[in-house]
């Protein structure tokens, strides 16, 4: 069982005042529940839900200085902090967090011309094709294949059951009619700081690379065709396809379901909606949505 004290809390997070018992221990999370009778429990509290404090007689929650307008339980302690969710997430990366692959599986087939960086880990059945080049904290889940001529960055992490590199779906019409597919050779480039949920499927450029920026988070079941280049600190949420030889500025926001036709140009700082199909060139700074999508006033 997880246990610490309030205190081990206080030495992690930068925080703004604390008011209860430092020597309290934590060993469950929780959502925000006015009604908790635990005092063993953590949780935090945006400004929107302030209110339900007003409530709490147990636990120990991580708020912002609002709750410093308020009548304050005794028996409850007081993370006070300017970023609340932050701060909490910060606590479970440091003290919830599964254990993360370390070192190289036993299972796992990696190329003896692949360049491997410092402090690799490399998950069951993972599978490294020729003239990779794997950076250094790099982290693979189990059953990924990591494609030939793929570059990856420093503190990358790869998910379980992701295929990067693989072919992408382009045809040619022969004279008889039937379709001859396209042999795709060129490769991707992954900068630092990517991460990728699982099953998520990256292909490979025809001739030149597909390239995802410095700090690009791609959620699980994405997939990012031939030659799409992604800005730095984009994010591409769960079920999203992005067409071939798309260009998607830096800090935008891809969201759940969102299909993206090939040759896009998007700006930085776009916000795609929940569904939405891009069909045209969408400049920077907006905020889009529908079928097809359109900005939204």
């Given at each position: 069982?997880?246990?610490?004290q309030?205190r081990?809390?206080l030495k992690?997070?930068?925080?703004?005042?604390?008011?209860?018992?430092e020597?309290?221990?934590?060993?469950?999370l929780i959502?925000?529940?006015r009604?908790n009778r635990k005092?063993?429990?953590?949780?935090?509290?945006?400004?929107?839900n302030?209110?339900s404090?007003d409530?709490?007689?147990?636990?120990?929650?991580?708020c912002?200085?609002?709750v410093?307008?308020?009548s304050l339980?005794?028996s409850?302690?007081?993370?006070?902090?300017?970023?609340p969710r932050?701060r909490?997430?910060e606590v479970?990366?440091k003290?919830?967090?599964?254990p993360?692959?370390?070192?190289?599986?036993?299972?796992?087939k990696?190329s003896?011309?692949?360049?491997l960086?410092h402090?690799?880990?490399?998950g069951?059945?993972?599978v490294?094709?020729?003239?990779?080049?794997?950076?250094?904290?790099?982290?693979i889940?189990?059953?990924?294949?990591i494609?030939s001529?793929?570059?990856i960055?420093?503190?990358v992490?790869?998910?379980?059951n992701c295929t990067i590199?693989?072919?992408?779906f382009?045809?040619a019409?022969?004279?008889?009619g039937k379709?001859i597919?396209?042999?795709?050779i060129?490769g991707?480039?992954?900068?630092d700081?990517?991460?990728?949920g699982?099953?998520?499927?990256i292909?490979r450029g025809?001739?030149?690379?597909?390239?995802l920026?410095d700090?690009v988070?791609?959620d699980n079941?994405a997939?990012?065709?031939?030659?799409?280049?992604?800005?730095?600190?984009?994010m591409i949420?769960?079920l999203?396809?992005?067409c071939?030889s798309?260009i998607?500025?830096?800090?935008?926001?891809?969201?759940?379901?969102?299909?993206?036709?090939?040759?896009?140009?998007?700006?930085?700082?776009?916000?795609i909606?929940?569904?939405?199909?891009v069909?045209?060139?969408l400049p920077s700074?907006?905020?889009?949505?529908?079928?097809?999508?359109?900005k939204?006033?």
């Amino acid at each position: 069982m997880i246990e610490f004290q309030v205190r081990d809390i206080l030495k992690t997070i930068k925080y703004i005042k604390f008011i209860g018992n430092e020597e309290a221990k934590v060993t469950q999370l929780i959502s925000l529940d006015r009604n908790n009778r635990k005092s063993n429990v953590l949780f935090w509290c945006s400004d929107t839900n302030i209110d339900s404090l007003d409530e709490l007689t147990k636990g120990t929650v991580i708020c912002s200085e609002l709750v410093l307008k308020k009548s304050l339980s005794t028996s409850c302690n007081y993370i006070v902090v300017e970023n609340p969710r932050l701060r909490f997430s910060e606590v479970i990366n440091k003290f919830f967090s599964y254990p993360e692959i370390t070192g190289l599986s036993e299972t796992a087939k990696v190329s003896k011309t692949v360049q491997l960086g410092h402090q690799v880990s490399i998950g069951e059945h993972v599978v490294i094709g020729e003239n990779c080049v794997i950076g250094n904290n790099v982290s693979i889940g189990h059953n990924s294949v990591i494609s030939s001529n793929t570059m990856i960055g420093n503190s990358v992490k790869v998910g379980s059951n992701c295929t990067i590199g693989g072919c992408g779906f382009g045809y040619a019409v022969g004279e008889d009619g039937k379709k001859i597919r396209i042999n795709h050779i060129g490769g991707v480039i992954l900068g630092d700081r990517v991460e990728l949920g699982s099953n998520v499927c990256i292909d490979r450029g025809v001739i030149g690379d597909t390239i995802l920026g410095d700090g690009v988070l791609v959620d699980n079941l994405a997939h990012i065709s031939h030659n799409v280049v992604i800005g730095e600190d984009s994010m591409i949420y769960a079920l999203t396809v992005i067409c071939g030889s798309t260009i998607i500025g830096k800090n935008s926001k891809v969201a759940p379901g969102a299909s993206i036709i090939n040759k896009v140009i998007i700006g930085d700082k776009v916000q795609i909606g929940i569904g939405a199909v891009v069909v045209r060139n969408l400049p920077s700074g907006i905020v889009v949505a529908g079928n097809p999508a359109k900005k939204l006033k």
